[in-house]
């Protein structure tokens, strides 16, 4: 929770990772590779979005989803925003039409979209129950957020495996142990995680800080994100998620460990 020293830390060291242009850019080439391939996901998510004529992302990166979404069609109104300034300035040159904000998820610019959304951003928040009271503040209507659901997975790209990172490993006890981490350890401590230690999880020590080149999937994530918290945080605030895709993603998608939630706000 905010004022636990260890996550004031982290936060500061998360916000200079993503900040650093050296590191910034390798990581979002890496991030972006998607948007040549078409990807089904992020087609699924243009045309859920179609029906909103006002949209916020949170952590908007280099731009590529608003890509996503005019070629799907999308023709309403679209702000991004992102702590990174030199990500932004570069998106305002490339997109002049659209509206680019620096600004992160805990200080969201006023303004009144119907819709907000975040792809592959929540598991990124040390706070993430900040994130969410201040998406639900930002929002008309509706949080769509796209994620992976960690726990249930039994997968965590961020917690080192083996006796070495990863993309360092060479010696057998290296191979044998990473392997022993990430089939048995890690998805058995990740499936008793929320039993043990309660919602919110958060990893403080991501590989990305320590290692952060090169970039791999999900090295960056510090919260454990997993549906139920969303749906928890949900109905205790007297709201409904749906999962617009089953709570269970095809397997046409390729994103069989990812969740697609909708959050609806009470109109009141």
Known sequence: MSGDPRLEVLQ??????????????AYQEFVDQREALDHPFE???AAYLERYRSVLEIGCGSGRLYRTLRRAGYAGHYTGIEIA???IERCRRRHP??????AGAYAIPEGDPEACFSYG???SFVYPRKALEEMARAVRRDLVL?????IESGHLGSQQTGVTPARHKRRPLDVLVGWYDRKLRLPRALRSAR???GPFIINLAP?????PQPPEPDYDAVYLSCKADIEDWAAARGERVEYPLGRTLPRALRARSWAFAVVRKSVT
């Open 12 to 25: 500061r060291r998360m916000e200079e990772f993503y900040r650093r242009p050296e590191l910034r850019q």
């Open 43 to 45: 087609r699924a998510l």
């Open 85 to 87: 300034e030199d990500v």
């Open 97 to 102: 039409e659209a509206e680019w904000k620096v």
């Open 121 to 123: 951003v929540l598991e």
């Open 146 to 150: 796209l994620f992976p659901d960690f």
């Open 195 to 197: 039993r043990r230690l």
């Open 207 to 211: 590989v990305a800080l320590d290692h």
